[in-house]
Nanobody, 121 residues
Framework: QVQLVESGGGLVQAGGSLRLSCAAS????????MGWYRQVPGKQRELVAV???????NYADSVKGRFTISRDNAKNTAYLQMNSLKPEDTAVYYC???????????????WGQGTQVTVSS
């Protein structure tokens, strides 16, 4: 009864920009942390950036200064602005949100389906 839908992936040349969106919908009481992760074949999924409900942020060293995470709490949506993209940023990007549903005491992690980002050299 909770869905995360990502959008905004695609093919871009090195040095270009993309903006990913992650919209949460369904039976939602509150959302704590929202984050972006990425995964390439044969490797573990890795954290890219995370934003708390109070807008505190944390980034992987590899994307600091190039990527910016933000959120719109009224829309239950998180964004990832990716600038100065490099071929090594190529991956499937996943959104994760820590969501508390009505009448539940604990929050649960929900994941989106992923969106492909390909950066050509």
């Amino acid at each position: 009864q909770v869905q995360l839908v990502e959008s905004g992936g695609g093919l871009v040349q090195a040095g270009g920009s993309l903006r990913l969106s992650c919209a949460a919908s369904g039976s939602i009481f509150s959302i704590n942390d929202m984050g972006w992760y990425r995964q390439v074949p044969g490797k573990q999924r890795e954290l890219v950036a995370v934003i708390t409900s109070g807008a505190g942020t944390n980034y992987a060293d590899s994307v600091k200064g190039r990527f910016t995470i933000s959120r719109d709490n009224a829309k239950n949506t998180a964004y990832l602005q990716m600038n100065s993209l490099k071929p090594e940023d190529t991956a499937v990007y996943y959104c994760k949100a820590e969501i508390r549903r009505p009448y539940y005491l604990q929050s649960v992690d929900y994941w989106g389906q992923g969106t492909q980002v390909t950066v050509s050299s």
